[in-house]
């Protein structure tokens, strides 16, 4: 029994080290960030959440419009940033085929998005997600994330970050894939 036991130390050390290499690689299994699975190319996931009013809205009720499917929060500053041109953007493109989606994911609701959107006079649809299901759903690493999707649901672009949504290029580009069919 007594050459067994530093045997058993031996093998108990190699097993905790073991463990410990797991937990500190960058791409174990344990510490990855998960990867969204959804690309360009790939339907759009449908989901359906209340809007300021109450109502219920879903993906799937904007069918044959281009999407532009916004997460975001009333927290976050690139999002307070990106806000007024998505507004110009809106405007813009409003009364043909398309359509801003902006999925707030702030745990309070109603109560700041509601306020928020009237202080900067946003009138493009704010959707409520409090429990941040968009999240899991489309694979969001960080806010603002924004989907474009086409007019058959598919995702035509993925953009991570904030960006100047009312310049000339974008217009264009959003006009190019509501033309599209």
């Known amino acids: 029994m007594q050459g067994k036991k530093p045997l058993l130390f031996l093998v108990f050390f ?7 290499i797991l937990l500190q690689e960058k791409d174990s299994l344990f510490n990855s960030p998960p990867k969204s699975l959804l690309q360009p190319g790939l339907p759009a996931p ?21 999407v532009f499917l916004n997460i975001w929060a009333t927290w ?12 110009k953007l809106y405007k813009e493109l409003k ?3 398309f359509e801003i989606l902006a999925v707030s994911i702030d745990a309070s609701g109603a109560k700041v ?4 959107m009237k202080e900067n006079h946003l009138s493009f ?15 969001t690493t960080g806010i603002p994330e924004s989907f474009i999707i086409d007019k058959d649901g598919r995702i035509e672009q993925i953009i ?22």
């Open 76 to 87: 976050c500053p690139s999002c307070r940033e990106e806000m007024p041109s998505m507004e």
């Open 46 to 66: 449908d989901f359906a959440f209340p809007g300021l009013d109450g109502k219920m809205v879903s993906l799937g009720d904007y069918k044959g419009k281009v």
């Open 125 to 139: 649809p704010a959707l409520l997600d409090p429990k941040g299901t968009t999240k899991y759903l489309y694979g």
């Open 14 to 20: 190699v097993m905790v080290a073991a463990v410990i």
């Open 95 to 97: 009364g043909e085929d």
């Open 160 to 181: 991570i970050g904030p960006m100047d949504w009312a310049t000339a290029d974008v217009v264009r580009y959003f006009r190019d894939l509501i033309r599209k069919r």
């Open 113 to 116: 998005v509601a306020p928020f």
